[in-house]
């Protein structure tokens, strides 16, 4: 628990720099509404989830557990993408090492977290709203980012995503295809086979993926105020699914007894 502590103070430095220390970013002017974006909902959800659920799971909350585990995934994902995707600055190795405290805490609390446990408390529920929401959303999204990198793989050019950029991949495109789909994908048919780790990884693929769309929803709010051409389907995709995501993992969370203990 103590590498959370330490991965709290690093995030709340990351994103309160980011978000507030003029002209900090030194990446290209269609990119820094998303990162604004990120740091706001980073900064105003995902630091303040963490450190509640980091307190509640070390008085043996199972509930608090997941959802730590599920804040942790999200803060993996981002300074993932902010280690590969951003322009060098000066918090390079704080990214750096948030990226890497989270994915071997991420990996140690799995390993901590009893499994049966977990499925026991929530068995009574019907899986089918979560099993539906995790195939749903990961046919969406490789639809989505196919649809985006599979034209210029055909042309011989750059995806649009990318075009006016100097990256030379699309970062999270690479991440959401090779790592999100296929864990919402897998997590989904885990779970409608009943497998106790089905609703470990649905637990904290909600968390994680909720808390990632809100984000994905602040960037989207940050682009159009910066006057950037949001299509309206991704506009709708992500504001709908994050919502629906929100209200299943209140379910999911609920549906866990408080005194569950998750060690």
């Known amino acids: 628990m103590l590498v959370s502590a330490v991965t709290l103070v690093l995030t709340i430095v990351a994103a309160a720099v980011g978000l507030f220390v003029p002209d900090f970013y030194r990446d ?83 390993t901590r977290l009893d499994a049966t446990a977990l499925k026991e408390a929530v068995d009574d529920h019907s899986v089918r709203p979560y099993v539906l929401f995790q195939a749903l959303l990961a046919v969406l999204v490789a639809l989505m980012w196919l649809g985006d990198v ?11 995503s990318i075009a006016d950029t100097d990256l030379p991949v699309p970062v999270i495109q690479s991440l959401d295809l090779g790592v999100v ?35 994905v929803v602040s960037m989207i709010v940050f682009m159009l105020l910066d006057g950037q051409t949001v299509p309206f389907a991704q506009i709708l995709l992500f504001t709908i699914f994050s919502l629906i995501g929100l209200a299943l993992v209140l379910r999911f969370l609920f549906a866990i007894d408080s005194n569950q203990n998750g060690k």
């Open 28 to 110: 290209a002017e269609l990119l820094l509404p998303q990162l604004y974006g990120q740091d706001l909902l980073t900064l105003a959800v995902a630091v303040p989830a963490l450190a509640v659920s980091l307190y509640y799971a070390t008085e043996g909350s199972l509930r608090a557990y997941v959802a730590w585990l599920g804040v942790t995934g999200y803060l993996l994902y981002t300074y993932a993408s902010y280690s590969f995707l951003t322009a060098f600055n000066e918090l390079y190795l704080v990214y750096i090492a948030v990226f890497g405290l989270t994915l071997f805490t991420l990996i140690g609390g799995l």
């Open 150 to 160: 599979g034209p210029a793989i055909l042309a011989g050019t750059r995806p649009p």
């Open 181 to 215: 789909v296929p864990s919402f994908a897998l997590s989904g048919y885990f779970l409608y086979q009943r497998r106790a780790w089905g609703y470990v990884f649905t637990g904290i693929l909600l968390v994680k993926g909720t808390t990632l769309g809100l984000a």
